[in-house]
């Protein structure tokens, strides 16, 4: 992890992962401060790769804020080539705004977690996360970091 020096925040971080039961790894990187396009070409490589055993999908554009995304199916041994899909969006808003929707559906609906991310998996991300930002020496403000609430003298 690389921290702001103005700030302590976690600029830049990289986690290895190891899955005991498949004996595989997964490498998740992220940075704040890496443009999508560097070079301020329209023909900039995906900002996001999602790789699989089913294909891959890239992402193009802010990560926070996607324009176009290209699905890439893997063909099967002999068989010809299944076609590639670019799709291209027009998005509403910036950031996080599909995960605040998804939120506000549940809340509205009286669902206490998404038919998505079920509540276990946001707690297993939450874990990994949480132990990464403690290795890392990386602590919130305690108003940010309490789990209780109301947060008493703020």
Same mark, same amino acid.
């Given at each position: 992890?690389?921290?702001?020096?103005?700030?302590?925040?976690?600029?830049?971080?990289?986690?290895?992962?190891?899955?005991?039961?498949?004996?595989?790894?997964?490498?998740?990187?992220?940075?704040?401060?890496?443009?999508?396009?560097?070079?301020?070409?329209?023909?900039?490589?995906?900002?996001?790769?999602?790789?699989?055993?089913?294909?891959? $999908?890239?992402?193009?554009?802010? %990560?926070? *804020?996607?324009?176009?995304?290209? /699905?890439? +199916?893997?063909?099967?041994?002999?068989?010809?080539?299944?076609?590639?899909?670019?799709?291209?969006?027009?998005?509403?808003?910036?950031?996080?705004?599909?995960?605040?929707?998804?939120?506000?559906?549940?809340?509205?609906?009286?669902?206490?977690?998404?038919?998505?991310?079920?509540?276990?998996?946001?707690?297993? $991300?939450?874990?990994?996360?949480? %132990?990464? *930002?403690?290795?890392?020496?990386? /602590?919130? +403000?305690?108003?940010?970091?309490?789990?209780?609430?109301?947060?008493?003298?703020?």
């Amino acid at each position: 992890m690389t921290k702001y020096h103005l700030t302590g925040a976690d600029e830049s971080t990289s986690i290895i992962m190891t899955f005991p039961v498949t004996q595989t790894h997964g490498i998740a990187t992220t940075n704040l401060r890496v443009s999508h396009d560097p070079d301020n070409h329209s023909s900039a490589g995906p900002a996001i790769r999602i790789q699989g055993l089913k294909g891959e $999908i890239q992402v193009f554009g802010p %990560a926070a *804020r996607p324009e176009t995304y290209r /699905v890439i +199916p893997v063909s099967a041994p002999g068989e010809p080539k299944t076609e590639i899909k670019n799709v291209t969006r027009s998005i509403p808003g910036h950031g996080m705004f599909w995960e605040a929707d998804e939120c506000a559906r549940c809340i509205r609906d009286g669902k206490k977690e998404s038919e998505g991310m079920s509540w276990e998996e946001s707690c297993v $991300i939450m874990d990994v996360m949480d %132990a990464v *930002r403690q290795q890392n020496d990386l /602590v919130y +403000p305690a108003k940010i970091e309490s789990d209780e609430y109301p947060l008493e003298g703020f």
